[in-house]
């Protein structure tokens, strides 16, 4: 069960950087077929160690690792394909936060102290990746029906969906911007309480 579970990180590592060359190729379908597999798969994992009790500290490393890849690769390919101050201002402070963090990271490991990722099922982390994952997944389903769609067979339900997708997209993407601006405080307080055993 460990190795299908470092498959499943494994997997989602490998979509993330699949995703790049189907976005810039503008097969869209394939794009969002493999983002709802990469997102499905963080869920899976994450339950399947819980349940048989199989973490590993290379398991954990991958699941990290796979969750920034997938959600940061795809983001990056948004804010090319939709060049708007509203998408790409996000998506550049939460690259940011990420780099923040782990650098807040990198130096407590330096110093042999571990930052730990919060455990409580609704932190303020788990949220911003839960609203970041529904929110790219409205502008890939958004490019989708762009593409699908004519004149000819659009009606009324469809129309309503590429209204509303991109504003469920951008709230979505804003809202995970406080939520990931909030995480990184909390971060940075916790930093700051376990530097003081930095001799």
Not at 69 to 96: E, K, S
Not at 161 to 167: D, K, N, R, S, T
């Amino acid at each position: 069960m460990k190795f299908f579970v470092n498959f499943l990180s494994a997997f989602r590592i490998a979509v993330s950087f699949a995703i790049i060359p189907t976005i810039m190729c503008k097969y869209f379908i394939l794009t969002l077929i493999l983002y709802v597999l990469g997102a499905i798969s963080d869920w899976f994992d994450g339950y399947l160690a819980r349940k048989f009790n199989c973490c590993s500290k290379i398991g954990g490393v991958m699941d990290h690792i796979g969750d920034k890849l997938l959600v940061t690769n795809t983001l990056i390919m948004l804010a090319i394909m939709m060049p708007v101050w509203f998408i790409v201002v996000p998506v550049i402070l939460m690259i940011a936060r990420e780099l923040y963090v782990s650098g807040l990271r990198e130096f407590l490991g330096t110093q042999k102290i571990e930052m730990p990722v919060p455990k409580a099922r609704f932190s303020m982390g788990k949220i911003k990746t839960t609203c970041q994952m529904i929110s790219i997944a409205m502008f890939l389903l958004l490019f989708v029906l762009g593409e699908l769609v004519t004149p000819q067979t659009t009606n009324r339900f469809i129309f309503m969906m590429i209204y509303h997708l991109p504003q469920i997209g951008i709230f979505g993407l804003w809202f995970s911007l406080v939520a990931s601006l909030w995480s990184a405080t909390q971060y940075t307080f916790t930093f700051a309480q376990k530097l003081k055993k930095v001799k």
